[in-house]
């Protein structure tokens, strides 16, 4: 029997299929050179439909058409679009990115912020694991990694995380550090979009604190910079503005919306100025402001409570913070955000703690402190003081003092390093360790026999400290496991015992040490007599 004839209708689905798929395979061939404007050819398609039929849009609307603005970047078309630009924003992600998954609706809506604005900069991405090639040639090598190529040469990304954030950096970078604002709707529309910004007021465009306002709005990277003429825009932008310039002043969104600038119009001036205001009076510490809160130079105070409680002591901590807002940054943090608290509460040993604290760090020279009393406004005033004046007593992590009733091997924690180390009256074995140490388990395994080894000698004591949890400022270890001899006569001077020795070789050693020690005390008490 004969196979039956196609029909006609499948053979004009057929060849609707070849020319198809020819249609693909060409736009695919074809697409480097025109992708870009393919995609801004879509878009203004859009805007027309939208503006003859006006329908209400979604944010996940706007995300979705911010998303297509975004070049997507592969083996073909990456040494195009970074030759064939002047400005090229590209952010290098893996899909399997916690970060880069966060980043990158907030890098979308900053391309479609950018491209409102009409800046010329073409916003790429590339996905690092699919496109290992293009992305080590364009110098990705973390997720996410944000680079600026201008005329192909590559620039680090040094803003913040937010979409606004990213815009700023970006028009700065391309040579638009400023936005002027010329009529009553322009300034209302830019407050709608700005919670944070510096605005300038001149008479002329044209005189040297212009040029200065100018030099510290390229030099800046974090804060949006306005301008106007009109002491009537002024006066939308910023509060009770008396002339129409030199003025100058920094807006944020918290009660101290406005703080106005008195000093000299020279860069270096005005950069300071912004350093000391740009953040409000108590932050509160997110993943997207992070990076800019540990990048500050500030000593910082930190008060780790939950969110409700917290409420009640945002006025005293304010009150505070006005007092000390050029030198301390007050930062709050969630205590129940365990990706940001416990990173800090775990430098003082207390990750597991409920309550509210107060605690300060000076990053230069790693010191921590604790506020041991209640938060009231006069006692964080105090605390803050001393902090200035480098008064504060340092804080030491330490475990409660443990019970070494009948013990072999004491405990030791850092509030009794001192009694049992360093004022004892006898010879000290102390072992350092921490519970992630690979090699610290056989060095406890050795010290326990040495202790069995050296038991009933009245004149030698055995103890151990777990560094994870206690600290002392004499105690300064580099590697775990260690061991230390403090002979009785010198305890200001331990001697390093070697960890990798067999325990009959310390034993060996550790009798060396001694009667050393005992020839030592025999020789000064014959000089006595």
């Not at 301390?328 to 129940?336: L, N, W």
């Not at 200035?388 to 330490?398: A, E, N, T």
């Not at 067999?502 to 008490?525: C, F, G, M, R, W």
Request: net charge negative.
């Amino acid at each position: 029997m004969l196979p039956p004839k196609p029909t006609s209708k499948f053979i004009l689905l057929t060849i609707i299929l070849l020319i198809s798929l020819s249609l693909f395979i060409n736009s695919t061939i074809s697409q480097d050179s025109d992708e870009i404007e393919d995609l801004i050819a879509l878009d203004e398609e859009e805007e027309s439909d939208t503006q003859s039929t006006p329908k209400p849009s979604s944010d996940t609307d706007v995300l979705t058409k911010a998303q297509r603005i975004v070049l997507e970047l592969n083996n073909d078309n990456t040494q195009k679009a970074i030759d064939g630009n002047e400005y090229v924003f590209v952010l290098g992600y893996a899909p399997w990115d916690v970060r880069s998954a966060e980043l990158m609706p907030r890098f979308a809506e900053a391309a479609g912020s950018l491209r409102e604005l009409k800046t010329q900069v073409l916003m790429a991405k590339v996905d690092a694991e699919r496109y290992p090639k293009p992305a080590s040639s364009l110098g990705v090598k973390g997720y996410p990694t944000l680079l600026l190529f201008v005329n192909g040469t590559a620039q680090p990304y040094t803003g913040g995380f937010s979409s606004e954030e990213i815009v700023i950096w970006v028009r700065k970078k391309t040579g638009a550090p400023i936005i002027r604002i010329e009529s009553i709707d322009e300034a209302n529309d830019f407050l709608k979009k700005h919670s944070t910004f510096a605005v300038g007021v001149f008479d002329k465009f044209e005189v040297p604190d212009y040029d200065e306002f100018v030099k510290a709005a390229a030099a800046d990277n974090e804060i949006q910079f306005v301008e106007t003429c009109s002491s009537q825009i002024a006066n939308i932008l910023f509060e009770d503005v008396k002339s129409t310039g030199p003025f100058f002043g920094i807006v944020k969104s918290e009660p101290e919306r406005y703080t106005l600038y008195e000093g000299a119009f020279e860069k270096d001036k005005i950069l300071q100025f912004l350093n000391d205001n740009k953040f409000p009076l108590v932050t509160f510490l997110t993943e997207v402001n992070s990076v800019k809160v540990y990048a500050s130079d500030k000593l910082q105070v930190y008060v780790f409570a939950e969110a409700d409680e917290f409420q009640k002591l945002l006025e005293p901590f304010q009150n505070a913070a006005r007092k000390f807002k050029s030198k301390i940054m007050f930062v709050f943090v969630d205590i129940k955000d365990d990706n940001l608290a416990k990173p800090f509460l775990t430098l003082f040993g207390l990750e597991d703690s409920e309550d509210t604290l107060v605690t300060a760090f000076d990053y230069q020279t790693g010191a921590k402190y604790l506020l041991e009393s209640d938060p009231t406004t006069a006692n964080i005033e105090e605390f803050g003081s001393g902090l200035l004046k480098g008064v504060l007593p340092l804080f030491y992590k330490s475990q409660a003092i443990p019970d070494n009733k009948g013990a072999d091997i004491l405990t030791v924690v850092g509030k009794t390093f001192d009694d049992l180390a360093l004022s004892s009256s006898k010879n000290i074995v102390l072992e350092v360790y921490t519970p992630w140490c690979l090699n610290c388990e056989t060095t406890s395994k050795q010290v326990e026999k040495l202790a069995k080894h050296f038991k009933g000698l009245e004149n030698l004591v055995f103890a151990r400290m777990d560094a994870s949890v206690n600290e002392h400022p004499k105690l300064e270890v580099e590697d775990y496991p260690t061991l230390l001899f403090y002979p009785v006569n010198n305890k200001s001077n331990p001697i390093k015992l070697p960890t990798k020795s067999s325990p009959k070789d310390l034993a060996i050693l550790i009798n060396k040490y001694l009667k050393e020690q005992a020839h030592d005390e025999q020789h000064v008490t014959k000089d006595e007599l």
